[in-house]
């Protein structure tokens, strides 16, 4: 979709020349004859730029830059023919990106618009970034279960298809999200999440679609939702089973035709997004209750991903324990060891808040715990009285039952550094980091035991 300029000039020849030249450069040119009639289609208009003259009748370039400035995220390029310095650093000072004098050249003023655009962009992507914390980490493990998991997204993840993704509280179905849009086409801009759990039902609308000024009370601006956000990159709808109905409604017609009209608003907006949903719920129950419509479930459940519980998976807490430590090092909690009798008791635990509730320990035990092993002791005392599983099937003893210790340690090693080094598509730095080794170390010890890497 093309970006759109205001041009805000009192000049009709100016206005019409500068909107010729933008629509044949591939922009949407909207004018104004003054900077009262522009802060109303900017109210009205969803607007990328705005070029401004500085004298107009009325409300000058000026003031109307610094209203600009205060009620919208937008790039201004001042135009002037009575321009002086003092004007020009005035202008910057209250927050114009460019200065240009007329004549204009139109060359130059193209060059400045896209200058502009890009800022706005890369504002955009920062913002977004912030919002969605952290950078996603990998899914840790070797066992069969997260094996399939991943297959399944390496298959899904650079098509458009959409995604459903399930399993309980804490399982990582927001991570599998993250990986998804990384390895997809559309990861050159951030994911946008929404919790549809965390808001309530009267202001979910406004979250998703936006609204526009004075839509409801407390409504004082045009205001963007995560669906116009997400143009061009990647909507993921966490647990999409708490929607309400009459939200549902509305999604379902947005998620078929790709366009929406803003709460408030009238203007039909179209946009290019790839939908991720996830939910813990049992969606076809919650479809017998009448509380999930089942068109909704059908659209979203293109491809569906299960992610399997830490339970099923438990052969994986040792690889999921070293990652959380390492993580919990670079954030200077410090770094623990725990015994391999320690690490068996986690394994025997149920683990009704999957990997969520293990990362919780471990970080409470690395906290807590005043020596540098924590013992299964240690473990004991904070799982309380919680019934304990019979050990995970280990199939891979047979194999070192009759094998000398050093082989044994040489054979563990290599398949224990290519499985990291496979999550990690062969970067050694990345590895080393994750595993808590010097890099030169790793290369070596990669070198030695004769590990092929990418």
């Known amino acids: 979709m093309p970006d759109t300029i205001l041009i805000i000039d009192d000049e009709a020849a100016i206005r019409d020349s500068l909107a010729g030249i933008l629509a044949d450069e591939g922009f949407a040119p909207l004018t104004a004859a003054s900077a009262e009639e522009g802060m109303q289609m900017l109210d009205e208009k969803d607007v990328h730029l705005v070029l401004l003259d ?74 977004l970034l912030r919002e969605s914390g952290p950078a996603p980490v990998n899914i840790t493990g070797t ?53 549809c759990a965390a808001i309530p039902e009267e202001l979910i609308e406004s ?51 790709q366009k929406f009209e803003r709460v408030g608003g009238s203007r039909t907006i179209e946009v290019d997004v790839r939908v991720l949903a996830a939910t813990n719920k049992n969606l076809e129950e919650e479809i017998e209750r009448g509380a999930f419509r089942a068109d909704l479930f059908y659209r979203l459940n293109v491809v569906p991903i299960m992610v399997p519980d830490l339970v099923d998976r438990r052969e994986d807490i040792p690889l999921l324990v070293a990652d ?34 293990l990362r919780n320990l471990v970080e409470r035990l690395v906290i807590m715990t ?26 891979v003893d047979q194999a070192y039952r009759h094998l000398d210790y050093k082989e044994a340690r040489r054979r563990f090693e290599t398949e224990y550094l290519q499985a990291r080094l496979a999550e990690n598509d062969g970067n050694i730095s990345k590895t080393a980091e994750q595993i808590g080794m010097e890099r030169s170390h790793l290369h070596k010890k990669v070198k030695a035991l004769g590990i092929a890497v990418k």
């Open 207 to 257: 979250e998703l679609f936006g609204h526009v000024k004075g839509a409801f009370t407390g409504a004082t601006e045009n205001k963007k939702g995560k669906f116009d956000q997400a143009s061009g990159s990647t909507l993921f709808l966490d647990e999409i089973g708490d929607m309400s109905l009459k939200s549902q409604a509305k999604v379902l017609r947005i998620l078929q035709e």
């Open 54 to 127: 500085i004298w107009m009748p009325g409300m000058d370039g000026l003031e109307a830059l610094k209203l600009i400035r205060q009620r919208f995220s937008l790039p201004v390029i001042m135009i002037s023919g009575h321009g002086t310095i003092e004007t020009a650093v005035q202008a910057t000072r209250s927050g114009a990106f460019d200065f240009i004098e007329k004549p204009l050249s139109y060359d130059k003023t193209i060059l400045s618009i896209k200058k502009g655009l890009q800022l706005a962009h890369l504002e955009r992507e920062n913002q």
């Open 324 to 357: 959380f430590i390492n993580q919990f090092r670079r954030k200077g909690i410090g770094r623990k060891q725990f015994s391999a009798a320690a690490l068996h008791l986690l394994q025997r635990h149920a683990w009704p808040g999957n990997v969520r509730e």
């Open 370 to 395: 005043p020596a540098d092993e924590i013992e299964a002791e240690d473990v004991a005392l904070f799982l309380g009285n919680a019934p304990l599983l019979e050990p995970p099937a280990r199939p």
């Open 143 to 195: 066992s069969p279960l997260v094996v399939q998991l991943r297959q399944q997204i390496e298959r899904v993840a650079p098509t458009d298809a959409w995604v459903l993704i399930r399993g309980g509280h804490g399982t990582g179905k927001e991570l599998v999200a993250q990986t998804i849009h990384r390895l997809s086409r559309r990861a050159r801009q951030p994911m946008v999440a929404v919790n």
